[in-house]
C-alpha cells in the first residue's frame, strides 16, 4: 500500500491549510511524554496528523511532481541484484522490484562449477500477506544459516508482521515450495531458533511470559524437539535480566553440530558458549571483552572472534584486534584456541559483513586508510597462513559472504558509489566467477571517489569519503552528508544502498550534488579503540569530527553551509539531529530518520535499556551531564533560527521507539522551526526503502531539493 494511503483516513481533516498545519503548534509540556507509547490513541491523532499536514506541505513544494516521476523511472530500471546465498547444491536469493516490494525468495540449483542455475520463486511474500491477511515482512538477511546442512532442503524463516522486532519462525520446505505441516513454528514474539538437526532447534523466544532480558530480548535458550510443544522445549541456559541480549549460532554438521550462544551482558562485553545436542553448556575459554557483536564467523566447528583488547588466552597474549578461533568440539586434544591474524599497525578488519568461510578456510576484509583488500586464511599444522586473495582500490568496497560454517564456497562482492556491485564466485586459485551485477542507475563517468582528512577538535584526523563531480560547476557545491559513529558500525560506499537512500539518491546526483561521508569515531573504521573512543562520556566527539568535516568543506570553498543536507538512520538520525541543533549555522536541511533523541528517557523506549554501555546511564551524574549536552530533544532551543528538519519514524519501530521522533519534532514545532514529521505505520526500524515506500522517499528528495537547490536546479 502506498505510503500516502496508510496515514489514517481521519487525519485529513487536519490539513486542510498545509502551510498553516505544519506551523508551531503550542507548547504542551517541557518533556511531552505522553508521545512515547506507540499505539496511545492521542499520540497516534498527533503523529497521524502531522503526517499528513507535513505530506500535503511537501506535495506542494515546487518539485515534487518532476522528483516523483524521476524516482518512478529510477525504480523502473530494475532493482539491485540480491544478495545470493550458496549453499551446497543451491543456491537462495531474496528479490524485490518495484512490482514485488516485499519480495520473493527464489532457488536455483547449482552446476558442476558452481553456478546458479535459472530462477524459480519459492515463496511471494506479496501474496503470503494477501492469503493471511497479515502485512508480513520476510526478514532475509541471514539466508546462510536459515538452512540445515547439508541438503539445505529444510529453513527456518523469519515472517514479522509490519517489520519490527517481532516475528513469527516458520519451517519451510525449498523442494516443495511451501510451509511444512505442523513443523517448527513459534507465535509472534522476539525469537531466534538455530537448527541443530532435522528433528531439533535451538530456540528462544518471548511468547507467553517467557524470561526477556531488559531491553525485551529472549532471556532463556531450550532445546525444541519436533512434536513437542514450545512451552515445554527444555532450558540448558538463561541469561540475567539485566543482559542486553542473548544471540544463537550452530556450527559443524551431523553428529558434529553444535549450538553457540553468545551472551552480550553489553555491546561490548561478551560470554560465549558451546551447546551439544544433549543440552551440556560450555563456557568457551575466551576473554569477555570482544568486538561487537562477538562471533565474527563460523568455519567448520570453530567460532572466530576479534578481540576488542589486550588479552591473554590460555597463557597467551594477544593484542587487540586479533583473530582467534575457538574449536567447538570438547573431545578436541591440545589448545582449543587458535590465533588467525593479527592486523598490522594501520590496517584494520572489518565488521561481520567483512568475514566468512568456506573450504575450512576463512576470507576477511582489510582496510588501510579506507581502501580495502582481501585475505584468505588457511588452517595447517603449525598454524594460520594468511595470504592476499584480491586488491581494491580508492572508492571500492569489498565484501565476502560464505553459506555458514559448512559452505563450499565464497562470494566476493566490489562496489563504490557510481560503479555498480558486483557478485563473483571466489575459489583459491581460479579466477572469479560473475554470478550477477547491478544495473547501472546513473553514468558514474563524470564523477571521482576521493579519500581525504579533516582534522577534529581534539587534533584527531578524520578520514572521509567525497564522491564529486569531476568538473564541478561554479560557486558552492551542493552537498549530501551521511554517517554512523556507534557499536563500531563502519560505513563504506555503496551503489545507491540504504546509507544514501538507494534509488532516490541517483536524483540528487542528476542534479550535480556531492556526497560526503565522515569515518567518525564510535564507528569501527579504524577498529574497536575507535569505536571505544566515543562511547558514553566521550560520545561528543563523534559530532566533533563530523563538524570538523564539515567546517573543512566549507573554509575551502567547496560549499557553503545553506547548501549542506545532512542524513542520518538509528543512530545516525540521533547524530543528524544533534548536528542539527548543536550547529543549525552549519547546515541548510537535516533528515533524521527512525532516530534516538531523548537520552534521558531512552531506557524507556523500545530497546534503550540495552544501549547504556555506548550512550552513558542517565542515573549517574557524570554521564547524565554528558547526554544532556547533546541529546536533541533537550537542545531545541527558543530564539535560534534553525535549518528545514524532516522527521522520521514508523509506528511499528519496537527498535528505538516512534516517542523519540515524535517528541523532536514536538519540540521543534514548539520553537517555531521549520519541521516536516512523517509516521509510517509500518516498517519497523527501517522505513528508507524506495521499494516498500516510493512515496516516502520522493517526500524526503523533494524536501532536500527544496531546501538546499537554488529554483533555477531543483529540476533537471
Request: hydrophobic share 40%; aromatic share 8%; with cysteine.
Amino acid at each position: 500500500m502506498p505510503f500516502s494511503q496508510r496515514i489514517h483516513p481521519g487525519a485529513r481533516v487536519l490539513a486542510l491549510s498545509a502551510l498553516a498545519a505544519v506551523a508551531p503548534a503550542m507548547a504542551q509540556t517541557a518533556d511531552p511524554q505522553w508521545l512515547e507509547p506507540p499505539h496511545d490513541a492521542r499520540a497516534l491523532d498527533w503523529a497521524r496528523g502531522k503526517t499528513a499536514a507535513s505530506e500535503a506541505a511537501i506535495r506542494a513544494m515546487p518539485a515534487y511532481a518532476q522528483v516523483k516521476a524521476e524516482l518512478a523511472g529510477a525504480l523502473a530500471t530494475g532493482a539491485a541484484e540480491p544478495d545470493i546465498t550458496l549453499m551446497g547444491p543451491r543456491a537462495l536469493r531474496f528479490f524485490r522490484d518495484a512490482a514485488h516490494p516485499y519480495g520473493l525468495l527464489q532457488l536455483a540449483q547449482r552446476d558442476a562449477d558452481g553456478m546458479p542455475g535459472p530462477w524459480r520463486t519459492v515463496l511471494d511474500v506479496g501474496q503470503l500477506r494477501q492469503a493471511e491477511g497479515t502485512p508480513f515482512e520476510l526478514q532475509a538477511y541471514d539466508l546462510s544459516s536459515a538452512c540445515l546442512a547439508p541438503a539445505f532442503a529444510r529453513c527456518l524463516l523469519r515472517l514479522s508482521p509490519a517489520g519490527g522486532d517481532e516475528v513469527e519462525i516458520r519451517e519451510f520446505d525449498l523442494d516443495a515450495a511451501r510451509f511444512v505441516d505442523d513443523g517448527f513454528r513459534t507465535p509472534k514474539a522476539r525469537a531466534f531458533a538455530e537448527w541443530m538437526g532435522p528433528d531439533q532447534v535451538l530456540v528462544e523466544h518471548t511468547a507467553d511470559g517467557a524470561p526477556k532480558t531488559m531491553a525485551g530480548w529472549p532471556a532463556s535458550v531450550r532445546l525444541w524437539q519436533r512434536g513437542e510443544p514450545l512451552a515445554r522445549a527444555r532450558e540448558v541456559y538463561a541469561a540475567q535480566p539485566t543482559d542486553a541480549i542473548v544471540q544463537l549460532f550452530a556450527v559443524g554438521e551431523g553428529a558434529q553440530r553444535r549450538g553457540v550462544i553468545v551472551r552480550a551482558i553489553d555491546y561490548s562485553t561478551f560470554e560465549v558458549f558451546g551447546v551439544d545436542q544433549d543440552g551440556a553448556v560450555e563456557q568457551a575459554p575466551l576473554p569477555r571483552t570482544l568486538k561487537p557483536m562477538a562471533v565474527q564467523a563460523l568455519v567448520g566447528g570453530q567460532v572466530v572472534v576479534q578481540l576488542g583488547v589486550d588479552a591473554a588466552v590460555e597463557g597467551t597474549a594477544y593484542p587487540a584486534e586479533t583473530l582467534l578461533a575457538w574449536n567447538s568440539d570438547p573431545a578436541t586434544s591440545g589448545a582449543r584456541v587458535t590465533r588467525i591474524y593479527t592486523p598490522a599497525d594501520g590496517d584494520y578488519l572489518g565488521g561481520r559483513s567483512d568475514i566468512a568461510s568456506a573450504q575450512g578456510k576463512l576470507a576477511f576484509v582489510v582496510n588501510r586508510l579506507l581502501v580495502p583488500r582481501v585475505l584468505l586464511a588457511t588452517p595447517g599444522e603449525s598454524g594460520w597462513r594468511v595470504d592476499e586473495a584480491i586488491a581494491g582500490g580508492p572508492g571500492d568496497t569489498l565484501s565476502v559472504r560464505g553459506g555458514g560454517s559448512s559452505a563450499d564456497d565464497l562470494i566476493v562482492t566490489r562496489e563504490g558509489f557510481v560503479a555498480p556491485r558486483r557478485q563473483s564466485l571466489y575459489r583459491p586459485g581460479q579466477p572469479l566467477r560473475l554470478l550477477a551485477e547491478d544495473r547501472s542507475l546513473f553514468d558514474g563517468a563524470g564523477y571521482i571517489t576521493e579519500i581525504r582528512t579533516a582534522t577534529s577538535r581534539d587534533g584527531t584526523t578524520v578520514d572521509y569519503w567525497l564522491l564529486r563531480p569531476k568538473t564541478l560547476a561554479p560557486g558552492p557545491q551542493p552537498l549530501f552528508m551521511t554517517g554512523y559513529g556507534a557499536f563500531g558500525i563502519s560505513y563504506r560506499p555503496g551503489y545507491f544502498d540504504h546509507t544514501v537512500g538507494g534509488p532516490a539518491f541517483k536524483l540528487w546526483l542528476d542534479r550535480g550534488g556531492s556526497l560526503a561521508i565522515p569515518a567518525v569515531r564510535g564507528g569501527g573504521e579504524r577498529g574497536e579503540a575507535w569505536h571505544q573512543a566515543a562511547i558514553r562520556t566521550q560520545r561528543q566527539r563523534s559530532y566533533d569530527d563530523f563538524i570538523a568535516v564539515a567546517e573543512q568543506l566549507v573554509s575551502s570553498g567547496y560549499t557553503v553551509p545553506a547548501k549542506i543536507g545532512v542524513f542520518g538512520m538509528s543512530n545516525g538520525g540521533l547524530l543528524s539531529a544533534t548536528l542539527g541543533t548543536q550547529r543549525p549555522d552549519l547546515f541548510g536541511a537535516v533528515v533524521s530518520d527512525v532516530p534516538l533523541t531523548d537520552l534521558i528517557r531512552m531506557r524507556h523506549m523500545g530497546m534503550g535499556a540495552a544501549w547504556i554501555n555506548e550512550y552513558g546511564d542517565p542515573d549517574k551524574p557524570d554521564e547524565a551531564a554528558a547526554m544532556l549536552a547533546y541529546s536533541p530533544m533537550q537542545n531545541v532551543r527558543d530564539g535560534v533560527r534553525y535549518p528545514p528538519f524532516l522527521v522520521t519514524i514508523s509506528t511499528e519501530d519496537n527498535r528505538v521507539g516512534p516517542g523519540h521522533a515524535r517528541k523532536l519534532a514536538a519540540r521543534l514545532y514548539d520553537v517555531g522551526a521549520p519541521v516536516y514529521f512523517l509516521e509510517d505505520e509500518e516498517g519497523g526500524h527501517g522505513v528508507s526503502d524506495a521499494f516498500r515506500n516510493p512515496d516516502l522517499m520522493a517526500l524526503r528528495m523533494t524536501f532536500l531539493i527544496d531546501a538546499l537547490l537554488p529554483a533555477a536546479n531543483a529540476t533537471r
